[in-house]
């Protein structure tokens, strides 16, 4: 039987041409994910910058200093710096300023998108009657976009920590540990039955607020706790002035609050309830509420000097009829409406405090 044996150096040429084929593939791969990427990011400047300009409005302005993009080859992450946005409308102007930001976007999993809004920001409103100056620093503040389909809502979400937010015209200061904010934004009118559908919703979580000076007089410097479900029913009053505000009341137009819990010293309240508008555009509310604290409070706001001793003792020797005590250890507590009407805040049927004019 004869021996037939492959000669090695006849198996190269073959084993050459596969390698530089793979290798020309892995080559056009890269070449193609690299023309993607950068086409991708040049669609990312040009979204940050249509946004920008969407935000200013047809008569404002929207600049950043740098705009880097990162991420290759998976995702896009858009760091901006100096950013200055304008707007500018019949009622004034306003103006929001920001040392950076920085977005992060993979087209390839959807819309959405994650962002991180930390550092400083200033804001400037110069509309109405009294201009409003703030400068807001946060040493965390991550967000996230989140687009919705079919009939679903778009939510953003925002979560600050260790928040100092300060009146430059006035020096108060204002500090947060810990807040979160999530706005719904749901379809609009077309797409939505009526004015029973809500047009968007927030939810609102601050803990340990640092109050300033002029508000802390009232219950105690502290605001432990305030949180809240809110919907807004009927169409967006956007942008807020008078008329789109009259525009909002003749449509039925109301909002809706849930689950409203407020620790402040003394006081606890929390509740539901529902606040319109009367025909002078300030604001009525009818809420069913829970208070503990009742007593301490009355005497903090007589303190601050919001309400006469007199008073004082009247809305506590009634609720006190109405109080419960659950625990012989804990304060009482009632079960009580409150309303707001004729810009006058009522506990039950007495009296509490009156509320300053809106002034649209």
């Not at 009294?130 to 620093?137: A, E, G, K, Q, Y």
């Not at 300060?166 to 934004?185: C, H, M, N, P």
């Not at 007593?295 to 008073?311: F, H, K, M, N, S």
């Amino acid at each position: 039987m004869q021996d037939v044996r492959t000669d090695p150096m006849a198996s190269r040429p073959m084993t050459s041409r596969i390698v530089y084929g793979l290798f020309g593939l892995c080559l056009a791969a890269v070449a193609i994910v690299t023309g993607l990427w950068f086409t991708g990011a040049a669609q990312v400047r040009e979204q940050i910058a249509r946004s920008g300009r969407a935000l200013a409005g047809e008569a404002g302005a929207f600049t950043v200093d740098t705009l880097d993009i990162t991420g290759f080859p998976f995702s896009f992450e858009a760091t901006l710096g100096g950013i200055a946005v304008l707007g500018r409308d019949a009622r004034g102007t306003w103006e929001w300023r920001a040392d950076r930001a920085l977005v992060q976007l993979s087209p390839w999993l959807g819309r959405d998108a994650t962002f991180d809004l930390a550092g400083r920001h200033k804001l400037r409103f110069r509309a109405g009657r009294v201009p409003l100056d703030l400068d807001i620093t946060a040493a965390r503040a991550p967000g996230e976009a989140r687009f919705g389909g079919a009939g679903e809502p778009d939510i953003y979400t925002l979560a600050p920590e260790n928040v100092t937010l300060r009146d430059i015209t006035s020096g108060s200061t204002l500090k947060a540990e810990a807040t979160s904010f999530q706005l719904f934004l749901y379809p609009p009118p077309e797409r939505r039955a009526g004015n029973t559908q809500p047009a968007a919703g927030v939810l609102v979580d601050l803990n340990g607020i640092d109050l300033p000076a002029g508000m802390s007089r009232f219950l105690a410097p502290r605001l432990t706790k305030l949180a809240a479900e809110i919907q807004v029913l009927a169409d967006l009053p956007v942008p807020v002035d008078r008329r789109n505000i009259a525009r909002f009341r003749e449509a039925g137009g109301s909002v809706e609050v849930k689950n409203l819990l407020l620790q402040w010293g003394p006081t606890t309240i929390d509740g539901s309830g529902t606040v319109t508008l009367d025909p002078g555009l300030q604001p009525e509310a009818s809420f069913a509420a829970r208070i503990a604290g009742f007593e301490e409070t009355a005497d903090a706001l007589v303190a601050a000097g919001l309400i006469r001793q007199q008073e004082a003792q009247g809305v506590k020797l009634l609720l006190s009829l109405m109080a419960r005590r659950s625990d012989p250890g804990r304060s009482a507590e009632i079960r009580v409406p409150i309303t707001i009407q004729d810009r006058a805040i009522f506990i039950g049927p007495a009296r509490l405090a009156r509320m300053p004019q809106i002034r649209w």
